[in-house]
């Protein structure tokens, strides 16, 4: 039931001075902040986070495609050349400016948190969500700006991952579990 899920705020969020706004609706949520800090990434760092992982590269090269089949553009790059050049500009972008790692834990929070942050490319994101109230990117603009797309966000995927990717951000002793005082509420 205790599931962890860890979320970034990019350095596009840092930047336009949302903190606080961001945090708020990730604490609406139910689920509990164990762990927050700010960081400065370094290559080290952001090189962990977005690992040179085959799975992840195409992945991020596949939905890339498909996005730009969805408008009738064609891309010649294939998937894993697509998500090389991603990560190399993801990497870029963590490094632009400081970020802030947050660890969220209770039920669901991998599926619940994807949920609130919305969909990849903001344009196409649902409003309410956070990508979608909060920016305007598209693949193809930062595609054109060979730069990230400015998401605001990043929250993991997966059980494995969160796991993985909370131990890159956070030590062991900089996790603080504790009882919210709203807990028998949301649990019963
Ligand atoms: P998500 O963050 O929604 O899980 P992905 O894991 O597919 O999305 O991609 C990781 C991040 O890489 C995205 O949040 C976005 O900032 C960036 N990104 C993905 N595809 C592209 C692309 N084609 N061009 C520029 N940036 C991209
Ligand atoms: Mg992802």
Redesign the pocket.
């Given at each position: 039931m205790k599931e962890r899920t860890l979320i970034l705020l990019k350095p596009d969020a840092v930047q336009r001075a949302i903190i606080g706004e961001l945090l708020q609706r990730f604490e609406k949520t139910g689920l509990k902040i164990i762990g927050l800090k700010m960081v400065q990434a370094t290559d080290a760092i952001a090189g962990e986070h977005y690992a040179n992982d085959e799975a992840?590269l195409l992945?991020?090269g596949e939905k890339t495609k498909k996005s730009y089949e969805s408008k009738g553009l064609k891309l010649d790059k294939t998937p894993h050349e697509l998500g090389q050049n991603v990560r190399q500009m993801l990497i870029a972008f963590l490094k632009s400016s400081p970020t802030v790692a947050v660890c969220l834990e209770g039920h669901g929070a991998i599926e619940k948190i994807r949920s609130v942050i919305g969909s990849?490319a903001p344009i196409a994101a649902t409003p309410g969500t956070i990508r979608g109230d909060y920016s305007l990117d598209s693949y193809q603009l930062a595609d054109t700006k060979r730069r990230a797309i400015t998401n605001l966000v990043?929250?993991s995927?997966s059980k494995d991952?969160a796991e993985r990717e909370i131990k890159i951000w956070f030590k062991s002793d900089e996790l603080c579990p504790y009882e919210r005082v709203d807990e028998f509420l949301l649990y019963g």
């Open positions: 992840w992945s991020v990849t990043h929250a995927d991952n």
